[in-house]
């Protein structure tokens, strides 16, 4: 069951991602921007924990778990670094997915080659 609930939500999120690209003239950038956004309120006030216990993967794999995670770790480094956490949190927590962001995209730019919009 944990898998379907994974699916639904992951799906649902992503849904709406597509609903707002096909119905408002906001940019992919916006609403990948808006996304991470979300994530961050979201996990500030602590409501999306509990949509990640819930649905586990398929609330934290999507670019708003990405925002989720950096507030968690704003609130974890505010705790052990004071107020210089505000800075080093967040990328701190979310390091490994930056990491692998960079590294992906310079091996895709190695083998792909770009091309201008139509």
Do not use: H
């Not at 379907?4 to 096909?22: E, K, N, S, T, Y």
């Not at 989720?68 to 705790?79: T, W």
């Not at 107020?83 to 490994?96: D, E």
């Amino acid at each position: 069951m944990q898998y379907i609930w994974a699916f639904l939500i992951g799906g649902l999120i992503c849904v709406i991602g597509q609903i707002l690209i096909d119905k408002t003239a906001l940019t992919p950038a916006r609403i990948l921007t808006s996304f991470v956004v979300a994530g961050v309120i979201l996990g500030a006030f602590g409501l999306y924990e509990p949509l990640t216990e819930f649905a586990g993967e398929g609330a934290a794999v999507p670019i708003s778990g990405f925002g989720n995670l950096m507030a968690q770790g704003v609130k974890d480094a505010l705790k052990s670094d004071g107020a210089l956490g505000i800075l080093t949190g967040p990328l701190t927590s979310a390091a490994a997915g930056i990491g692998a962001a960079i590294f992906f995209s310079l091996i895709a730019a190695l083998f792909a080659r770009s091309k201008g919009k139509e």
